[in-house]
């Protein structure tokens, strides 16, 4: 139901109008009585009338200027005011304020709005004061029913608890890009910085240890290809280990870029392992004198190369692995530690992909040192929680191949929604044709190998 109740918005405008429409009856009268009795006066009167109309004006859209960052230009200014009103309107339709007692009767006082756009009004962020009397409500606010083509992204009350913060998206905005070709996808990733991964335009981040989690089909392996196309593309010598137990497409695709760091089968994976925590040991002697020197550094100071270890459906090796003693899983649990905890000073990353991220199949020790954390495609409430933690909020939307939401910590620290790139080649034969050996993967066979290394798999 309608409220009754104005506000003092409403106040304001209903005064204003009322002073506007008395000067004005005043001013015809006036020019009436002057035509009729040519009395000067009467002019004088109009004209100071009129002034004080033009500075009322002035005064007002001045004071809207100002209020609506007119200085950042118009288009700015009056999307900042529509959405204003909108948010305003809904907050008021849905009972979001208090009525105080004034001489006028009682005015409803909504709470205040703060309004910001970013990225050439693609993105921006509403503050809604908190009150002890809507606190739970702002909870279960469903926002984006306000604010026309925007859609709100994630919801969270601020640190200090004063304001509940909505932070929204241009529904039309295409996230996702893409790629007809292997060189469109190549010249794309110039734009990209030499330790750094894209996902889409507004999801750049570091090199770090990663984890993909999703249902069959949802893209978790194209993410995989999609991120070590991005270092095969970067020129400098990444080492690449690909472990894929289900020998699909992942083995394939590492058979070609690194087929002596390429493993299928338990025993191999786990030499594979072995062989990257070694190479990381020696990473850290080589650097361990530096580091000293300043602890903050990492790989990136000393210009090496990222070396990263990618499990393609991780619970496939879990499962197979119990089968084996003890001895071994603790050995590989130790492995899996020994690169997740130190492997970030050194360059040695570790990229999981898998259907569910239960405790089970991944130590939880294990995850929670994976700062990338991705869920790709609509996955089932357990997915999220497993995957970023309880009490999260997902983005309500129906993600489409490729798309997903992420958190990393500074950059997202509630889940965001992503949308790798949709590749509309066929990648297997775009890196064969563009000769992958050109882009200085650390390969360790040569050019002749690898080339027909990729044509007998495929
Ligand atoms: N980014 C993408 N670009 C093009 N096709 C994709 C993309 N992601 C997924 N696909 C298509 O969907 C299929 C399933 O994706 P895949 O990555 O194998 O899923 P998952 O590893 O989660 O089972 C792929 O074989 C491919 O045809
Ligand atoms: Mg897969």
Not at 269 to 289: A, P, V
Request: hydrophobic share 40%; aromatic share 14%; with cysteine.
């Amino acid at each position: 139901m309608k409220s009754k109740h104005r506000t003092y918005r409403d106040v304001f405008s209903l005064v204003t109008i009322s002073l506007f429409i008395l000067c004005l009856s005043i001013q015809s009268i006036c020019i009436v009585l002057y035509t009729l009795f040519s009395i000067n006066l009467f002019i004088k009167i109009t004209m100071s009338i009129f002034l004080f109309e033009l500075s009322i004006t002035l005064g007002i859209s001045l004071l809207w200027f100002v209020k609506n960052e007119g200085t950042k230009g118009i288009k700015y200014a009056l999307k900042h005011f529509s959405l204003e009103y909108r948010v305003r309107r809904y907050l008021f339709d849905a009972g979001f304020y208090i009525l105080r007692e004034s001489i006028l009767g009682e005015i409803a006082e909504l709470p205040k709005i703060d309004i910001s756009f970013e990225n050439n009004l693609t993105f921006g962020k509403i503050k809604i004061n908190n009150n002890v009397k809507f606190d739970k409500k702002f909870e279960t606010l469903r926002l984006s029913s306000a604010l026309e083509r925007y859609v709100v992204e994630i919801q969270y009350l601020s640190l200090d608890q004063n304001w509940y913060i909505f932070e929204f998206y241009d529904s039309n905005l295409m996230r996702q890009r893409v790629f007809n070709s292997y060189v469109e996808f190549q010249n794309y990733n110039k734009k990209i910085g030499k330790y750094e991964l894209f996902i889409d335009d507004y999801s750049i981040l570091p090199i770090h240890h990663a984890l993909i989690v999703g249902q069959t089909g949802s893209g978790k392996t194209y993410a995989l290809f999609s991120l070590v196309l991005q270092l095969v593309n970067k020129g400098s010598t990444v080492s690449l280990y690909f472990a894929d137990t289900k020998g699909a497409g992942t083995k394939v695709i590492g058979k070609f870029i690194s087929p002596d760091k390429t493993a299928s089968e338990i025993e191999d994976i786990i030499q594979l392992l072995e062989k990257f925590c070694e190479c990381m040991e020696k990473t850290k002697q080589e650097i361990e004198l530096h580091l000293m020197n300043d602890i903050d550094s990492d790989y990136r100071d000393f210009n090496i190369s990222p070396n990263i270890f990618i499990f393609d459906e991780f619970a496939d090796f879990i499962l197979v692995l119990k089968a084996y003693d003890k001895k071994t899983r603790d050995h590989v649990q130790s492995l899996l530690s020994r690169i997740t905890l130190q492997g970030r000073q050194m360059g040695y990353f570790l990229w999981v992909s898998m259907q569910k991220s239960d405790s089970t199949l991944l130590p939880t020790f294990i995850r929670e040192n994976l700062p990338v954390k991705i869920v790709m495609g609509n996955a089932e409430n357990m997915t999220y929680v497993t995957t970023f933690g309880t009490g999260v909020d997902i983005p309500k939307r129906n993600y489409q191949l490729g798309q997903g939401v992420y958190t990393y910590p500074q950059i997202a620290a509630f889940p965001k929604i992503c949308s790798f790139s949709y590749f509309n080649f066929n990648i297997m034969e775009a890196i064969r044709n563009a000769g992958i050996v050109n882009t200085g993967v650390n390969t360790g066979v040569p050019e002749k190998e690898v080339i027909q290394n990729g044509t007998n798999k495929d």
